[in-house]
């Protein structure tokens, strides 16, 4: 049975109730570097605790791996301001200097007993699973499964969310990036499988409310397409006793007349195309996220499907 839904940012659940004074003071300077950061941080707790619930993982193992999701960045804080907030791509050696922000990170929560034996899980979370990740150039089970888990969710959000320099990659399409690392052996398919079993079920539900929208929209414009022929009638015909009661069945707004109609018409038939557009590419992408997860779960071993955190 999953987990019941956490919510980490509320008070009295992970967000600074169970934190100390100091690491309070240097997650509260990563998150004012920059609106992109702290957006990013927040976006790479939620995608980790999405992960996590979809894999039905106890409440303190899930609460372990969102600390560390929430600390995964925190060594950016001693990255300089022109590297981290740089409008464009960055040159190798001030990639090389974005790096360290591993092991920065390691030493911030080396500092605190309260984080110590969550400093290697943030020094890893760059690191692949064939050895060529950063900093160590770990492999495969030399990456504490922790990292391995908010791997995917940094990357994830990272591809997803707009930045000053780009926008935003389709949800489909970040999967597909993921995918390829997972192909390449980079990353570990067990948690991009879940991220995308959580995604789908979300998807879900938008698609519903989406069609329930379209249904409403759908009903109104019925609605006026009658008003319509009234109004036409009453104008042929002028305003008889019988059309003043059939159009006093709709409650209209004083000043509601024939012109006003037909302007809501053309409001409400744009909407509806636009709306009846829109739910077309939540369809589409619904799709292409199922034929991901079936090519996700094949490449996930026995051996992985056991639950190592």
């Not at 980790?48 to 969102?66: D, F, H, L, N």
């Not at 379209?214 to 002028?238: A, R, W």
């Amino acid at each position: 049975m999953k987990s019941r839904k956490y919510d980490f940012f509320k008070k009295k659940k992970l967000n600074y109730s169970e934190l100390d004074n100091e690491i309070k003071i240097e997650i509260a300077i990563l998150g004012g570097l920059d609106i992109f950061t702290d957006a990013h941080v927040k976006g790479v707790v939620d995608a980790t605790a999405k992960i996590c619930e979809e894999m039905g993982m106890e409440y303190e193992k899930m609460k372990r791996c969102v600390l560390c999701a929430y600390l995964h960045d925190v060594g950016k804080i001693h990255i300089p301001s022109e590297i981290l907030q740089k409008n464009g791509k960055l040159t190798d050696e001030e990639f090389a200097k974005m790096k360290q922000h591993t092991e920065y990170g390691y030493d911030i929560c080396m500092r605190y007993n309260q984080f110590r034996e969550l400093a290697p899980i943030v020094r890893a979370h760059h690191e692949s699973l064939d050895g060529s990740g950063y900093p160590d150039g770990l492999k495969g089970d030399e990456i504490p499964e922790e990292a391995k888990l908010i791997k995917v969710a940094d990357v994830y959000d990272a591809l997803t969310k707009r930045r000053q320099y780009k926008e935003g990659f389709k949800k489909s399409k970040a999967i597909d990036i993921l995918l390829e690392d997972v192909e390449k052996g980079k990353t570990a398919p067990k948690y991009l499988y879940y991220l995308i079993l959580n995604i789908l079920s979300e998807l879900e539900s938008v698609l519903q409310e989406y069609e329930e929208l379209i249904k409403g929209v759908n009903n109104e414009i019925e609605i006026l397409k009658e008003l319509e022929k009234i109004y036409k009638q009453i104008y042929d015909q002028g305003f008889t006793p019988k059309l003043a009661k059939k159009l006093s069945k709709y409650e209209l707004e004083s000043g509601y007349d024939m012109s006003t109609n037909a302007n809501l018409l053309v409001i409400k038939q744009q909407k509806l195309e636009r709306m009846q557009n829109e739910l077309k590419d939540l369809e589409e992408e619904e799709e292409k996220l199922r034929i991901q997860a079936k090519t996700t779960e094949k490449l996930i071993s026995d051996e992985d499907w056991i639950e190592k955190i």
